[in-house]
């Protein structure tokens, strides 16, 4: 084998090679965290849905609306909280219920029949099931996803890290995704604005 050949052999082997373990890592990152009716998409490639059809394409941030404001939130995603913080404290802090009018406040908003909604929260815990109730309440299994990795990611696990408990593994902010703090009357939770 002349030394052309060689090196194009070596060449695609290490392409392989680098294509599986980025693949490997990405899987690393963003794991299936649980079942659910809809699909499951990375932070890029909701991005990537976004771009590709942002009239029928839609960012549900289903965290509270404390967290939506404080923390922030993508560009253009609506919040439609999938609980709400109550006044009763518990052992890990206050409490929260579940939004009874979930289904009714999707509807509302978007078409069931044609709209592609990427259902987002922390860190992909929540919209597992919330992407099963937007399934159940007539929205196309195959047009709604949950959005891995959520807006800010999982957290560090390794002890020895100074980052320890840290939300520093994945999500939309990190991936360095358009976000912001600003609140959109347009797409903030719609109720409150009329009480």
Same mark, same amino acid.
């Given at each position: 084998?002349?030394?052309?050949?060689?090196?194009?052999?070596?060449?695609?082997?290490?392409?392989?090679?680098?294509?599986?373990?980025?693949f490997a890592?990405?899987?690393?990152? &963003?794991? %299936?965290?649980? +079942?659910?009716?809809?699909?499951? #998409?990375?932070? *890029?490639?909701?991005?990537?849905? /976004?771009? !590709?059809?942002?009239?029928?394409?839609?960012?549900?941030?289903?965290?509270?609306?404390?967290?939506?404001?404080?923390?922030?939130?993508?560009?253009?995603? &609506?919040? %439609?909280?999938? +609980?709400?913080?109550?006044?009763? #404290?518990?052992? *890990?802090?206050?409490?929260k219920v /579940?939004? !009874?009018?979930?289904?009714?406040?999707?509807?509302?908003?978007?078409?069931?029949?044609?709209?592609?909604?990427?259902?987002?929260?922390?860190?992909?815990?929540?919209? %597992?099931?919330?992407?099963?109730?937007?399934?159940?309440?007539?929205? *196309?299994?195959?047009?709604?996803?949950n959005l891995?990795?959520?807006?800010?990611?999982?957290?560090?696990?390794?002890?020895?890290?100074?980052?320890?408990?840290?939300?520093?593994?994945?999500?939309?902010?990190?991936?360095?995704?358009?976000?912001?703090?600003?609140?959109?009357?347009?797409?903030?939770?719609?109720?409150?604005?009329?009480?």
């Amino acid at each position: 084998m002349n030394l052309v050949k060689k090196t194009l052999l070596l060449a695609v082997l290490m392409v392989f090679a680098f294509s599986s373990v980025v693949f490997a890592l990405n899987q690393e990152v &963003y794991p %299936i965290k649980g +079942k659910h009716k809809g699909g499951d #998409v990375t932070p *890029k490639e909701a991005y990537k849905m /976004l771009r !590709k059809d942002p009239k029928n394409t839609f960012i549900v941030d289903v965290r509270t609306r404390t967290e939506y404001q404080d923390i922030g939130h993508p560009i253009g995603a &609506y919040n %439609i909280p999938w +609980k709400f913080y109550t006044t009763k #404290v518990g052992k *890990k802090g206050y409490k929260k219920v /579940l939004n !009874k009018n979930f289904c009714n406040d999707l509807k509302a908003r978007f078409n069931p029949e044609t709209d592609t909604l990427l259902m987002m929260c922390r860190s992909a815990a929540r919209t %597992i099931a919330s992407t099963t109730a937007a399934v159940d309440c007539g929205f *196309k299994a195959d047009k709604v996803f949950n959005l891995l990795g959520g807006f800010e990611g999982d957290k560090v696990k390794d002890k020895n890290s100074p980052f320890y408990g840290q939300r520093m593994i994945g999500g939309w902010r990190l991936e360095g995704l358009p976000w912001t703090y600003k609140m959109d009357k347009n797409l903030i939770y719609q109720p409150d604005l009329k009480k």
